[in-house]
């Protein structure tokens, strides 16, 4: 049966019809993906200028401002890491219990994308030795202008009396009536944790040059003589942060930095809990108080994992430096594990 002209047209409308309805609805589909994905986008730009306030730069400049670090925003729960964390809670948890700590603080960071974890971050402590960073940093500063200046020479004349007693004592001292380049004492200083060489090292730098590193990395200056001085966990891990970034002394002095850093002698904290051919750049203090019979016990540094490196830092105080070396080692170790397990699969 053959249609009719009138049926023909009648067809040739409702497909018109059908058509124009698929493409109203390809429209809107188009509409609402794009509304989607700008969505998505936004959010994720959103996030990315979140994670980037925190930022660290070098004030005092006119037309510039130098980037040195950014902290990435919240810490990013990346699965491994929150596992990571709690497991390292619990170990806190249970060694304060026993007593074998009064608190701890604790913070990590990948080095190679950013996220981090804190736990007690915000803590203050007694820097102690470890102020001895910022003044090599310092030095290092210094010598990117004058190379000279770690040539020179300075005689150790006198001891230096002060009330800072040292418990783990330094390996090696300076000799009376020696003379040394400053080159060689920063290592000492670093190396051996030797206090002569940081205060022969302190007398022959102005206090103005030192302030600036504690300003251009925004921390405030705590004094290297005091004991009422404080820092935290997180702060403090600012100066290995910006040493392996190499953003604020060039590549040349960075790595010197860090390759000093590495030859500590202290192997009883971060160091004990990773393998013996695996690379650390740390530095360890400690501080007792005998009036109140407690002490502080902190390594921090970077630990070269060769997937994975990464920055820990572990403060502590109690009444017993070796209860709280042992928790230094564990952490360290129960980190190492977890991060050589997860990247070696």
Known sequence: MHKSAKDGDMDKT?????????????????VFLAG?????????LNNGRRNLLETMRIKGYKF???????????????????????????????RTRNDDAIYVSVYFRDMFNGPWFGINEKE???????LKVPLMIAYLKYAEQDPGILKSRLVYEKEFKNDVVQN???AEKLELGGSY?????????????????MYLLLGNISADVINKVYSDIGIIVPSVRGKSDFITVKGYSSFFRILFNASYLNREMSEKALEILSKSTFKSGLAAGVPDDVVIAHKFAERGDLVTQTFQLHDCGIVYHRKRPYLLCIMTYGKDFRPLSKIIRDISSLVYED???????
């Open 124 to 130: 203050n402590f007694a820097p102690a030795s470890l």
């Open 64 to 94: 510039t401002s130098p980037l040195l670090d950014y902290e990435a925003g919240p810490e990013i729960k990346d699965k491994v890491l929150v596992f990571l964390k709690y497991k390292i809670e619990k170990l806190i948890e249970s």
């Open 36 to 44: 989607l994905f700008t969505g998505v986008n936004y959010h994720k």
């Open 181 to 197: 380049s400053v080159e060689e004492l920063i290592e000492r200083m670093i190396k051996h944790s030797d206090n002569s060489a």
């Open 339 to 345: 991060i050589d397990s997860h990247y070696n699969k």
């Open 14 to 30: 409702k497909i018109s019809i059908k058509i124009k309805v698929l493409a109203a609805l390809c429209l809107l589909l188009l």
């Open 168 to 170: 783990i004592i330094p």
